[in-house]
């Protein structure tokens, strides 16, 4: 990410007007019964930490990064109002590197850096599972994003082959594209 980017969504955090989302995504609560009660994960790109707290209320030890410090200091502050524990690091995931073999659960929602995908696979631990939901090439008929800001059909299924995909939706509705994925690493 560019400096303009954390000053961005520096901005976004610390507007007054902003209303923070507390809750976690939808995907992730529809798709929590492949949740363990425990492990470790990571949630990049995790903005005010809402998912993180979320998979930390469940036994997870979490790990949220973000390149903003105004939203982390939010999810610290949301995960003490929600009485849980997060880990929050403020890093620009240009420079962040996923440590191998280190996560049970990898969270990435609404954040599309295609040079991740081999670091999210190797991230992961044998039985581990990413939980992945961004806007797809449909969403650019809604909006003004770059082609490569959104994935392409079936990319999920594509960057996560030779894993068990347990759970994929492709959606258009409501002027919103995305596809979603849960998938689970292969054990040894």
């Not at 303009?4 to 992730?28: A, F, M």
């Not at 390149?67 to 962040?96: H, N």
């Not at 040079?115 to 039985?127: A, D, V």
């Not at 059909?153 to 994929?168: A, C, P, S, T, V």
Request: glycine fraction near 6%; aromatic fraction near 12%; charged fraction near 30%.
């Amino acid at each position: 990410m560019s400096i303009k980017d954390k000053e961005k969504w520096n901005k976004k955090y610390r507007d007054p007007e902003h209303t923070p989302s507390t809750e976690p995504v939808e995907w992730l609560t529809e798709q929590s019964a492949y949740l363990a009660s425990s492990g470790r994960a990571l949630d990049l790109a995790m903005g005010e930490g809402r998912n993180a707290i979320f998979v930390a209320q469940r036994g997870y030890d979490a790990l949220g990064v973000d390149v903003s410090e105004a939203g982390v200091q939010k999810a610290r502050d949301l995960a003490e109002a929600k009485q849980t524990t997060i880990t929050a690091v403020c890093a620009d995931l240009d420079d962040y590197r996923i440590e191998k073999n280190a996560f049970d659960l990898i969270l990435c929602f609404y954040f599309l850096d295609r040079r991740l995908f081999p670091e999210i696979r190797e991230g992961l631990r044998p039985g581990g599972l990413i939980y992945f939901e961004t806007f797809n090439a449909g969403h650019l008929k809604y909006t003004s994003f770059k082609k490569e800001w959104v994935l392409g059909d079936h990319e999920l299924i594509r960057e996560f082959m030779g894993f068990k995909i347990l759970k994929y939706r492709e959606v258009d509705r409501d002027e919103k594209s995305y596809s979603s994925l849960v998938a689970q690493k292969e054990s040894d």
